[in-house]
Every structure is written in C-alpha cells, then in structure tokens.
Antibody, heavy 121, light 111 residues
Framework: EVQLVQSRAQVKKPGESLKISCKGS????????IGWVRQVPGKGLEGMGI????????TYSPAFQGQVTISVDKSLSTAYLQWTSLKASDTAIYYC??????????????WGQGTLVSVSS | DIVMTQSPLSLPVTPGEPASISCRSS???????????LEWYLQKPGQSPQLLIY???NRASGVPDRFSGSGSGTDFTLKISRVEAEDVGVYYC????????FGPGTRLEIK
C-alpha cells in the first residue's frame, strides 16, 4: 500500500527556520515525482513545486521560487520542504503528494495527511 | 504562468440531481502527446484532496462512474450525473502542463 506520511505540526516564530518531511513507503520512491501543495486555512490549494527523487530535478511554481527549498533523501525515501526565515504569511497546511504513474501529469493520487505550520510571534 | 478559473464558485445541489463545474485555463493544456494535462480533485471537509479525473477525462481508480470529465485545450467540465450526499466538498481543477496550478475551487453543498 502506497503511503505518504508527513511530519507533525509545527509552531514557529517569524524569522525561524523549518524543515518538514514526507516519507514514502509501499513503492519505489526514486521513480515517482513528489509535489508540495500549500493551503492557507480556509483558502484554496496552491502548487508549490515538484521534485523527481531519481535525480533531484526540481521545478518551483513562480510564486514560491526563492521562498522555499524542496529536496529529497532517496536513501530515506523522504522529501523535504524547507524555509530559512519564516513569515506569518507562511501559516498554512502543507501537503505532499505523488502521482499514480511515472509522469507528473498522470494524476496525483497519493497524498500525505498534511502538516500544519503556524508562524506567530 | 498558467491561470486557472472555475465557475461557479458555489454550487448548491439537490441529491439525485446532476451538477456541472466549468474550468478554464489561460493557455492550452493540450500536450504534444495528445493528452490534456488537466486534473480534477475533491477535497472533503477536514481531508486531504483526492484525485477524481486525470488527463482531462480519465477517471481515477475507485471513483464512481457518476463522475466524468470532458473538454480540451482551454475549456473543461466536470459532471456529476446524480449528486449524492458524500459528494459534498470543494472541487478543484488543476493543470499539470507547467508545474501545478489549481483553480480557485467550487464548493458543492447539498440543498
């Protein structure tokens, strides 16, 4: 069974750094894209970027380029989303997802449970 | 950047009645492969999104056949032939041609 398990909720102060994770299991992690999606409470879904674990090739959505870093550790079957200096506007639920096929347009069928990041002074 | 729009943004429906959601992209989602890189998702309250339709019209595994997707290029439609109570939630279209961009969402509620 394919599973994506995300790290627990985080409470941070503005200016702090953070790295959240998404661990895949039940499939060959290196062969399938991982995407990150943001959802501000009460708002819609925003695609942040996608990474191919096989070669760490990463594409960021323009709104998130330079704001976050997406990475993977193939040996741990884990993808990461990282901030160096959090802002209050980063408060959101962050989801990781993986497509059902080898291509990124084959339907993002598998989703993590979401990680709530709260940033407040 | 590809911009996605949806209409309506709110959709009250009587159980058993059909429902239709429109999605439009700012540029064609027709890939050189001949497939439209357009997907539909449903996010039920308190849950992660779930895939309904991929490549414009392919129903994902386990999705009831009352859901269907159609369209090509820049105009797409999600239809529910007979709405059930469990279909309540927010429906998003998403383009996968250039990174991932979602529409604003359509909230379906039961009348």
């Amino acid at each position: 069974e394919v599973q994506l398990v995300q790290s627990r909720a985080q409470v941070k102060k503005p200016g702090e750094s953070l790295k959240i994770s998404c661990k895949g299991s039940g499939y060959t992690f290196a062969n399938y894209y991982i995407g990150w999606v943001r959802q501000v409470p009460g708002k819609g879904l925003e695609g942040m970027g996608i990474i191919y674990p096989g070669d760490s090739d990463t594409t960021y959505s323009p709104a998130f380029q330079g704001q976050v870093t997406i990475s993977v550790d193939k040996s741990l079957s884990t993808a990461y989303l990282q901030w160096t200096s959090l802002k209050a506007s980063d408060t959101a639920i962050y989801y990781c997802a993986s497509p059902q096929g080898s291509g990124y347009a084959s339907g993002w069928r598998f989703w993590g449970q979401g990680t709530l990041v709260s940033v407040s002074s | 950047d590809i911009v996605m729009t949806q209409s309506p943004l709110s959709l009250p429906v009587t159980p058993g009645e059909p429902a239709s959601i429109s999605c439009r992209s700012s540029q064609s989602l027709l890939h050189s492969s001949g497939y439209n890189y357009l997907e539909w998702y449903l996010q039920k309250p308190g849950q992660s999104p779930q895939l309904l339709i991929y490549l414009g019209s392919n129903r994902a595994s386990g999705v009831p056949d009352r859901f269907s997707g159609s369209g090509s290029g820049t105009d797409f439609t999600l239809k529910i032939s007979r709405v059930e109570a469990e279909d309540v939630g927010v429906y998003y279209c998403m383009q996968a041609l250039e990174s991932l961009t979602f529409g604003p969402g359509t909230r379906l509620e039961i009348k």
